[in-house]
């Protein structure tokens, strides 16, 4: 009989501190979220403007490009070829920003070389 007050008087004792390590866990697990929450903002605005810079000089050298391909066999042949080269570069720059500003906000680090 002892041994069963004594058990069941433990268990009320001990249930206020089972409960607690439940509720702390759970805080943990909030703050956590709320952690990487914040991480993923902060990648979110700092990738925003390499993004916005890769849209703007990826359209603007395919602009390029096609008005160098308009002004190919007419009076200004060298002209549309230069245009043609340098869009086509100014193109290929920009959507390397593009690409570069999605690896960056999908979390993907640069892997540093190992010298040799």
Request: net charge positive; hydrophobic share 45%.
């Amino acid at each position: 009989m002892r041994l069963f007050v004594s058990t069941v008087f433990t268990f009320i004792l001990l249930q206020p501190i089972a409960a607690q390590t439940k509720v702390d866990s759970l805080k943990n697990e909030i703050l956590q979220m709320k952690m990487e929450v914040q991480e993923i903002q902060l990648g979110l605005k700092s990738g925003q403007k390499r993004f916005q810079s890769g849209v703007l000089v990826s359209a603007l050298g395919y602009s390029v490009t096609i008005a160098g391909g308009l002004m190919l066999g007419r009076e200004n042949d060298k002209l549309g070829q230069g245009l043609l080269v340098a869009g086509g570069l100014t193109g290929l720059t920009g959507t390397f920003l593009l690409v570069d500003s999605f690896n960056f906000l999908s979390g993907k680090k640069k892997r540093k070389k190992k010298p040799l």
